[in-house]
């Protein structure tokens, strides 16, 4: 996970289906130990290897982040599917550090880097109202789910799972699989940016 610091909403999403600006606040990657799983999201029953969650919240209307998180209203998440193919030379920037944080509970600074260079060409988007992936599962999240994926190296994808669940001292388990797999919608309504 890449904390985001923003006090000045320089970095904001708004417009689409938002009411109004949502801050960033963190990204971070899920993935499988295959190929054919890894993304929280499928489309048409399709999985792909990854998904990066960009996380945003309201701060105009949420004193804190952990107050918007509880809120029906307070987070947006931007979900990127990623998919294996040619190198992604802004990925490099993230994957080339990964080793600094390789075990639970270290940290490295990162500065300078704008996540905007791993999205995709295309904004055309799903949006559904739904929840956090992880516990506490609130209901608080607008989804944004991008239809076009951004593609990644094998080695890029490779570096991602040499990441471990446990502390350095601890018996190593492979950060692998970390992703909550597709719920039923429970009839939620999921719309479209374009024409399907």
């Given at each position: 996970m890449v904390d985001f610091e923003d006090a000045d909403d320089k970095t904001v999403i708004n417009g689409g289906p938002l009411?109004?600006?949502y801050r960033l606040k963190q990204?971070?990657?899920h993935w499988g130990m295959k190929h054919s799983q890894g993304s929280e999201h499928t489309v048409d029953s399709k999985s792909f290897p990854s998904e990066l969650h960009l996380v945003h919240w309201n701060a105009r209307k949420y004193a804190t982040f952990g107050e918007?998180?509880?809120a029906p209203d307070g987070l947006v998440v931007v979900g990127i599917f990623l998919e294996t193919g040619e190198e992604h030379a802004n990925m490099n920037r993230l994957t080339d550090a990964l080793y600094m944080?390789?075990?639970k509970g270290t940290k490295a600074q990162f500065r300078t880097f704008n996540p905007k260079c791993l999205l995709p060409s295309s904004l055309n988007y799903w949006t559904y109202p739904g929840s956090l992936?992880?516990?506490p599962l609130y209901e608080s999240v607008t989804w944004i789910?991008?239809?076009?994926p951004?593609?990644?190296s094998e080695k890029q994808l490779e570096k991602?799972?040499?990441l471990l669940f446990t502390s350095e001292g601890d018996e190593r388990i492979q950060m692998v699989n970390n992703f909550r797999p597709p719920q039923p919608l429970k009839g939620r309504i999921i719309r479209a940016s374009f024409k399907a």
């Open positions: 009411e109004g600006p990204f971070h990657f918007a998180a509880a944080v390789k075990f992936t992880t516990p789910v991008l239809k076009e951004v593609r990644i991602f799972r040499t």
